[in-house]
Each structure stands twice: as C-alpha cells, then as structure tokens.
C-alpha cells in the first residue's frame, strides 16, 4: 500500500508525520510524495488560528477531490477540536484525535483493515524521511502545555503536558543518525516544560542526547523564554547544539503580554538575548509578535515596536490577532478594526525585513558549516543553484557544477552576498571534494 502524509501547521506536527512514516514502513507499507497516487492519505491538520482550521478544510476537500478512491485519516488540533465535522467532510474515513495519535497507525491499519504483512524487514525500501524529502529530521519530544495564554487554543487541543523518555529520544535519534540523517531539531508543545512529569527538565535531555548520540546538529523548536534554566546556557558551548532559537515574544509592550497571560517580561527577555548574545557569536534569535491583540492602544503599539527594533531579531513571524472562539482573549474587550491591524502588520514586516537583512548582512565575510539540501535550481552554463543552511539557521545559496551533488553534506562555505533577504555563499574546497 502507498501511503502519503500530509501536514499544516508547526513542527510538531511534522515530527508526527515522521514518527508515522516509520510506522507505516515498519508494518510494510510504501511512503510516496504523491498524493494522486496513494491508496491512503494522512493529513496532520492545524487550528491554532481561525484560518488555519479554514485551511484545514480546504486541504482535505481538495486532497479527497484530487484522489477520491484513496482513503482518508485526519488528526491533529483542527481534527481534535471540531471532530464531528471533520468526520463529516466528504472523503474522509478515520479521524484520530490528538489523544490517540500514538496510536494512529495502528487504528487506521485495524480499523480500515489495511494490515499486511510487513516486507520491508527483507527489502531495503527507501528511508522515510528521504522518501519526503528532508534532510533533517523533527524529533517529537514533548506534548501539552501546562499554560493557558488567553490568545491560544492549542493548548486545549494538546492537552496535558506528557514528556517521552529520555531513553526513547536517544534511541530513535541514533536511529536517525544511522539512517543518515545529520541534523535533529527536537520539538514539542511546550518544549520548555520537558520532563515536568519525569522528575528531570530539558537541559537534561540535551546534556544526554550530546552525550550519548554523534548525531552532528541538534535543533531547538519554538522554546518558551520563561522556563530557561541557569545551566541551559551553558549547553551551547558545544557546537553541536545549534547557535539560534525561536523564542515566542508575542508583544514588546508589559501591559499586553499581562493580558496575553505571558510569564516573560520584556526585560527579562531581553536579559535572555543579550546573554545568548554575548556567549555566542553570531547568535541568531527569532520570535513571533501578535499585532492588534485586543485592547493594543496606540501607545502599546509604539512601546512594541519600540522593544522589538531595539533587540533586533533575525527573523520574526508576525501573526495579526483573530478571535479564536474558546479562548479567554477572544471575550476581551476593545477588539481593534482590520485596518488598524493591517496598518500595524505592514509596519512591523518593513521592521522586520530590514533586521532579517542587517543581521544577514552582521554575517557576510564568516566561513560556515552549512548542511546542503537535497533540491537544486537548474540554471544555464552547466551550473545549479543548491541551497541549505548555516548553524545559526541563514538560508545560503550556492554555484556547482550539473555533474556535482553536495546533498546532505556539511561543508564550509564563505558567506559572500545578501540576494533578497537570504545569502549567497562560497563553498571552500576543490569540485573533486563535491563529486556524487
């Protein structure tokens, strides 16, 4: 059976899908990319904005529309918080809630009676994950969140924090690594509060995972700024511990995150940055800010803007606020209007361009190990543009040769150029070195 996996929305999600495909080969059954030719599809559906459960819908509609005979599971947050009608959408045959996911592989092999013999154990078959088309790989450590920021829905979808073994995160990093995977990025709902129910924490995790496993590159996903430990800082003076971290800020003003139900205030952020900063060079640090949140005066909006052009991010997610039913913001009063939403969103995109293209621009002249993808853009003259990227997560492009292959390699490369917000590079050494 051909089995294709979908997902919207964040990392975890994708750290699912891997878990999953594994599964499913395990039982003997095929990965494919192609949807149109899948016997069944799998979607990982998202809810953490209005839009976002809209979107939902719409992929799994077009999914069924574009390959009716196929058979159709939904899980996820969008699938979890609305099941009767996902279950109620033309095509689909399995919906497995956030609760069951562990199990989603096995319901659906049961429950569709798809169960067959597993052949892979005597046919070498393709790897999952290079069956989708990565190079690294989502490692799901943690799910739930103990908190309830009043703009997220998520958590109620998630549930209760659960962390998985330690042990568990060892092994199937080292199976990785042995599939030849080079780079992990560990993820979690709230990645933070890992081994809040195991007696241990996260600093923990990675001080094994360095430990016990050679896997090259290890990753952090979105990680709450609150719960950073004293010894947390320490762990990046191994390199293999990537130099850059997602820390959500949501608002640079006090007074909002106090509504938002946010435990970090902007000075203790920005303690975290210039700490961060100050021990690594070139340090890249990223976040996501809601604009227009309800009740953001005037005076709000230039108090977050203010901070956020003063700690100077290398990337910024911007998400502009929707009432989210279920959720305690969505019953706050003063609702900002779509236009001074939309005016405030366009104003903080040129804000954040020009600190994505300063801090690009902070790393032209430095040589990099970058981990080179495994897609390419062919281009005139026997040359292909192939891209990947540095530790501290700059998208870098790069020149070789139509003969010559450098996927899921780590090289040095010399950061020449900035090209529209991503940066051009040298690879340092000889063709020979960069032969298939």
Same mark, same amino acid.
């Given at each position: ?43 990982? @559906? ?50 497995? @809630? ?9 319901? *659906?092999? *049961? ?95 990675? &001080? ?189 492009? &790069? ?22 917000? &991503? ?6 050494? &000889? ?6």
């Amino acid at each position: 059976m051909k089995v294709h996996l979908k997902t919207l929305g964040c990392r975890l999600n994708e750290a699912e899908l891997e878990t999953w495909a594994q599964a499913f080969q395990k039982s003997g059954h095929q990965i494919t990319r192609q949807a149109q030719v899948a016997n069944l599809i799998v979607i990982n @559906s998202c809810a953490v904005t209005q839009d976002a459960a809209r979107k939902s819908r719409q992929l799994i509609r077009r999914i069924h529309r574009d390959n009716p005979q196929a058979k159709l599971v939904v899980s996820g947050c969008y699938a979890t918080l609305n099941q009767d009608e996902a279950a109620s959408l033309l095509g689909v045959d399995l919906v497995v @809630s956030n609760k069951d996911k562990d199990q989603l592989v096995e319901k *659906t092999l *049961t429950e569709l009676n798809m169960a067959v013999m597993p052949s892979m154990s005597t046919e070498p078959g393709e790897i999952s994950l290079f069956t989708r088309g990565r190079q690294r790989a989502f490692v799901k450590v943690q799910d739930g969140c103990r908190y309830r920021c009043t703009f997220c829905i998520v958590t109620v979808a998630r549930g209760e924090e659960v962390s998985r073994p330690v042990q568990a995160v060892i092994d199937e990093i080292n199976t990785l690594h042995q599939q030849g995977i080079t780079e992990v990025i560990l993820t979690g709902v709230h990645l933070g509060g890992y081994g809040s129910d195991l007696g241990n924490n996260l600093s923990t995790l990675i &001080s094994t995972i360095l430990a016990e496993t050679t896997i090259p590159r290890l990753r952090l996903g979105s990680l709450e700024p609150w719960e950073l430990s004293d010894d947390f800082f320490a762990l990046f003076q191994n390199p293999r511990l990537m130099p850059h971290l997602h820390l959500p800020l949501q608002s640079g003003s006090d007074t909002v995150l106090r509504r938002m139900a946010r435990r970090c205030k902007t000075e203790e952020f920005a303690t975290i940055v210039n700490q961060l900063r100050a021990q690594i060079p070139h340090f890249n640090v990223t976040t996501d800010i809601i604009v227009g949140f309800p009740g953001e005066t005037e005076e709000e909006w230039q108090e977050s803007y203010n901070f956020i052009k003063k700690i100077g991010f290398g990337h910024v997610h911007i998400f502009t606020y929707s009432s989210r039913e279920g959720t305690k913001a969505a019953s706050l009063p003063n609702q900002l209007n779509g236009d001074i939403k939309k005016q405030r969103s366009q104003q903080l995109h040129i804000l954040a361009n020009d600190m994505k293209l300063q801090f690009c621009k902070d790393n032209l002249g430095y040589e990099f190990p970058v981990l080179w993808e495994g897609y390419n853009e062919p281009l005139e003259g026997g040359k292909q543009k192939v891209f990947g990227y540095t530790p501290n997560y700059l998208k870098v492009s &790069s020149l070789i040769n139509n003969h010559e292959s450098v996927e899921n390699q780590t090289i040095s490369t010399r950061l020449i150029a900035v090209e529209e917000l &991503s940066i051009f590079g040298e690879i340092i050494g &000889s063709p020979l070195s960069l032969s298939s």
